[in-house]
């Protein structure tokens, strides 16, 4: 299934899940759907039951996410999460690699760079980049470029000064535990600001079809 097939089967029990909420589970591997050569992801009924039971728990009993995973480990076979260790390979790609994996031209990856959307640390390319150069190279499909895409990046810039205000406090208590409680609301925050940016534009993009 499709992101958005998978977003159509849960709506109707978790009205408020979206694709940014799905996608941001992911990224704190609770779900791990596989992926098309040419990059979408690919999710199967396990995955979505394993959303269900994510989103259950959130609803009904307000548990985090740490304490979420565990459960999942336990109660759906999933492994159970090791304190420090790194659960997937970090992505570190090559230019040559990132192109192929993003499906993108040199010249395209020169005017990203050029514009500041992405950028490689010790001469590669994270996951973010990849995500980055992948998501522009779709948009291009409409005409629409990295010169088309700073106002994209100022907004991006300005919500996570957002984010930047909400952690401030907690960091600077300097008690035990700080940078975790830290990192957990930043992420929190940052999944709703998404899900915030992406109502805003369904809504303008409404206003200008006339609807």
Do not use: C, N, W
């Amino acid at each position: 299934m499709s992101i958005g097939e998978v977003l159509a089967l849960l709506q109707g029990e978790f009205p408020d899940v979206t694709i940014s909420k799905i996608r941001f589970l992911e990224g704190e591997g609770l779900i791990e759907p596989e992926r098309s050569p040419s990059g979408f992801r690919k999710f199967t009924h396990l995955h979505v039951e394993q959303l269900r039971y994510i989103l259950t728990e959130q609803r009904d009993h307000y548990l985090p996410l740490r304490v979420i995973k565990d459960r999942m480990a336990e109660e759906l076979g999933r492994p159970r999460a090791v304190p420090g260790a790194q659960e997937t390979q970090e992505v570190r790609l090559s230019r040559a690699e990132l192109l192929e994996a993003a499906g993108i031209d040199d010249g395209t990856l020169t005017e990203l760079e050029d514009y500041g959307l992405l950028a490689a640390r010790a001469r590669r390319y994270d996951q973010d980049a990849l995500e980055v150069a992948r998501t522009v190279g779709a948009l291009a499909r409409f005409g629409l470029h990295a010169r088309h895409l700073r106002a994209v990046k100022a907004a991006a810039e300005r919500e996570a000064g957002l984010v930047e205000q909400t952690v401030a406090p907690i960091l600077k208590r300097r008690a035990p535990g700080a940078i975790g409680e830290a990192d957990e609301v930043a992420r929190e925050a940052s999944t709703l600001l998404l899900d915030l940016h992406a109502a805003l534009v369904r809504i303008g993009v409404r206003t200008v079809l006339g609807g």
